[in-house]
């Protein structure tokens, strides 16, 4: 099921405005965050319109954690974070999706909460395709 009011759903100018879709993996999308305060920052996203992981068979959370896994295992064989911070919100969106964000020693925020789109790190589409492609090969 899709609700095209929803960017994962919909896709196009919805999702553009925050997210890159790096692949699809077996029950989500893997989205690269458009805003890179913290590089490496991904969204997985589950594949139908469902807002909690209750709404999930044991068979469908099994393999979307899955995903999460083989995303976080990518970032960090790409990026080298020294943690990943894995945040599930959708009180807004209600679709199911984790944040991925890969945290730092001595850089932005390492010790605290991050800001959910801090807005401070835009980068060139070169350098977005850069980061896909470290993503992809890691997969």
């Known amino acids: 099921m899709k609700d095209m009011n929803c960017g994962y759903c919909a896709r196009g100018e919805l999702l553009d405005a925050f997210g890159i879709v790096i692949c699809e993996l077996s029950v989500s999308t893997l989205i690269l965050f458009r805003e890179q305060s913290h590089p490496g920052r991904c969204i997985v996203a589950y594949k139908d319109h469902v807002s909690e ?51 730092y020693k001595d850089e932005f925020e390492w010790g605290g909460v991050f800001a959910m789109n801090p807005g401070a790190v835009r980068l060139t589409d070169a350098e977005y395709d850069e980061m896909i492609r470290k993503i992809k090969e890691n997969l």
């Open 53 to 103: 992981l209750v709404d999930l068979t044991e068979t469908e959370r099994n393999d979307y954690f899955a995903d999460i896994a083989r995303a976080a295992k990518a970032i960090h064989a790409a990026f080298h974070p020294n943690k990943i911070n894995y945040g599930a919100y959708g009180d807004t969106g209600c679709h199911l999706h984790f944040h991925l964000v890969p945290k």
